[in-house]
């Protein structure tokens, strides 16, 4: 898959990605380290090649980086939005406080880009997550052996425009809609605690495990930086969609992720939830 990007480092944030990146870099036997996060990235990636710091020392990051003669950085992994007072900034951090509060304020994707940028600034390419394994990256259509009925899709048409508007404002990738009716939209408290919140409203707007209806739709924010933080879904999500009464979730094909493929897949099937990817001609109309 990689070709001509020289050593690699993942920085690691937290979650089952990194490790999944982990195994197949080292499969591939290509040149690769980890650059964890103290107190974020999985603990089993401590058995790699690399090195630990703090969320705020990314002045001693990029010189541990390029001691280690890196080339190119995959950014994944999942980290909480930060208080900038409380992550231990080196020197380095302080100097991007100014640019880190300014576009904190424009949402989490501005902070996400002038991340890229920094990174690109100290001489790192920046890949995203199918440069090196494409198989995680959803494809069009079924996923799965249960296929959306004409009211799924009918769903899955009315939770596009919506998921894409909440994303242009950097509110969110996920949105929950049920019988053409907006149930909730992803914010800050992310897709399984949104899906919390749709398995505790009453019955008769939202399905039920015994009668499902409605999807979960992620798609990526119109202004995203489309090489880190794609709509992603793994066993929780599919359980936490399965609890809250849904008939399946949709993702926009050749931009999000399924982490965990066959189990995920396979889990789905399980509970009679389908996964679907869905693109333009489910907008208009087929």
Request: hydrophobic share 40%.
């Amino acid at each position: 898959m990689i070709k001509g990007f020289g050593k690699i480092a993942i920085i690691a944030g937290g979650g089952q990605l990194p490790v999944e990146l982990a195994e197949t870099l080292q499969e591939q036997k290509k040149d690769f380290i980890i650059s964890r996060i103290r107190g974020i990235s999985d603990d089993t990636l401590s058995s790699y090649q690399g090195h630990e710091v703090g969320l705020g020392q990314f002045g001693k990051r990029f010189d541990l980086l390029k001691a280690a003669n890196v080339n190119s950085v995959v950014l994944v992994g999942y980290i909480k939005r930060p208080e900038f007072s409380k992550i231990g900034l080196d020197a380095y951090g302080l100097s991007m406080l100014p640019k880190m509060l300014t576009e904190g304020k424009k949402g989490d994707d501005a902070l996400l880009r002038l991340l890229v940028t920094e990174f690109e600034k100290n001489g790192f390419t920046v890949l995203g997550v199918e440069e090196i394994r494409n198989d995680f990256i959803v494809g069009e259509g079924v996923i799965g052996k249960i296929a959306p009925n004409s009211e799924n899709l009918a769903d899955i048409k009315c939770a596009i425009p919506i998921a894409r508007t909440i994303g242009s404002l950097d509110i969110g990738q996920g949105v929950v809609v049920c019988d053409g009716i907006t149930l909730a939209v992803e914010a800050q408290e992310g897709t399984d605690e949104m899906l919390k919140r749709v398995g505790s409203l009453p019955e008769n707007i939202r399905g039920t495990k015994n009668s499902p209806k409605g999807v979960l739709l992620k798609c990526p924010k119109p202004i995203q930086e489309m090489r880190i933080d794609l709509p992603t879904i793994g066993m929780t999500s599919v359980k936490n969609a399965a609890s809250s009464g849904l008939a399946g979730i949709a993702l926009e094909a050749g931009k999000s992720i399924i982490l965990d493929r066959k189990n995920v897949i396979a889990l789905a099937d399980e509970m009679g939830l389908f996964i679907y990817g869905f693109c333009e001609k489910d907008l208009n109309g087929g």
